[in-house]
């Protein structure tokens, strides 16, 4: 199988390429990873794989001409994307050309050179909050911030492409991921950050919002699944640990892990700087589960792999 991996330089796809070119299970797997090649910092993702003759990378841009990217390819794993939503809310218009332009043209290539299985990696934010119990597949999307809007146009088009072209697309909504090599932006890595360099966690609102975590190669190994599984073409799959936390739960389990004070904390008035701000997601993934998929990593562990990870690799935030 040849595979087309967008963002492939990224916190989860370079996770993912890592995990087929070094597991001999994936042997008769090559990639073409298709990366935007904008800093060092995201090249360093792929250091330990990157002379892989399984893999050709091509630097590109979503917002620019890729035509003839999926030539040869047998399948698609989109997670190219603009992902953070404050800056979303400054600025929507590079979400809507990356994320819905971007996605249109990359399942336009998908569709001409007739790609067997494109696999469009979403996010549970496309639901809006829900403040008990959990989403299925078959909810309605109420996105809240641009960037959630932008990835719901992204999937609707690519359940479009099925109903309309007969391309087999899978849609795939995740919830936050945890692992080695996060952008120290996200709010896993910069606690961290702060925490060893004792300094104060910056924590939104009142710290009450939850969110779910998996860990990252939990995440891919859903991915891998559902690039061979028999599914329906337009289906929609919730890849999920549902391991529930409070934000400022987690920042006082990384101080403790740390053994720092956990007075630690400085709340962060979050009006202006992301209004509407969610306070719940929530997935239920019954329908991959029956797949056989199950998340192999709990929250206590995967929590402290990662501040571990971190810790030892503090180059990781320079």
């Known amino acids: 199988m040849r595979i087309l991996v967008t963002g492939a330089d990224g916190f989860i796809g370079s996770a993912f390429i ?9 042997e008769e797997y090559s990639l073409v990873g298709f990366a935007h090649n904008s800093d060092q910092r995201n090249r360093d993702r792929l250091y330990d794989v990157h002379d892989s003759e399984r893999l050709r990378l091509v630097f590109g841009d979503l917002r620019g001409d890729f035509s003839g990217l999926t030539e040869g390819c047998d399948a698609v794993v989109h997670f190219g994307a603009k992902t953070y939503v404050d800056h979303s809310i400054l600025d929507p218009t590079p979400f809507v050309e990356s994320n819905v332009m971007g996605t249109l043209r990359l399942l336009e290539d998908a569709r001409r050179n007739k790609v067997k299985r494109f696999i469009q990696v979403s996010t549970d934010e496309v639901y809006g909050a829900i403040l008990e119990g959990s989403y299925t597949e078959n909810s309605a999307l109420n996105p809240t911030n641009p960037y959630a809007a932008s990835k719901a146009g992204a999937d609707c088009l690519a359940i479009c492409y099925a109903n309309t072209f007969g391309l087999h697309t899978v849609i795939t909504r995740t919830e936050n991921n945890v692992g080695p090599f996060q952008h120290p932006q996200k709010v896993f890595p910069t606690f961290v950050r702060k925490a060893l360099a004792n300094e104060l966690l910056p924590v939104y609102g009142d710290g009450r919002h939850v969110r779910q975590w998996l860990w990252v190669d939990d995440h891919v190994d859903a991915i891998l699944l559902l690039l061979k599984a028999d599914v329906a073409p337009g289906s929609v799959y919730h890849i999920a640990g549902n391991q529930e936390l409070e934000n400022l739960d987690l920042a006082e389990r990384i101080l403790t892990i740390l053994g720092k004070p956990l007075d630690r904390i400085q709340f962060i ?31 206590n562990e995967m929590i402290g792999t990662a501040v571990r990870w971190y810790s030892d690799h503090q180059w990781w935030f320079s």
């Open 18 to 26: 890592r995990r087929v070119l070094q597991s001999s299970y994936y």
């Open 269 to 299: 008035d979050d009006h202006n700087i992301r209004p509407g701000h969610d306070r719940r997601y929530a997935l239920c993934c019954d329908k991959l589960k029956g797949l056989g998929w199950a998340p192999k990593m709990g929250l």
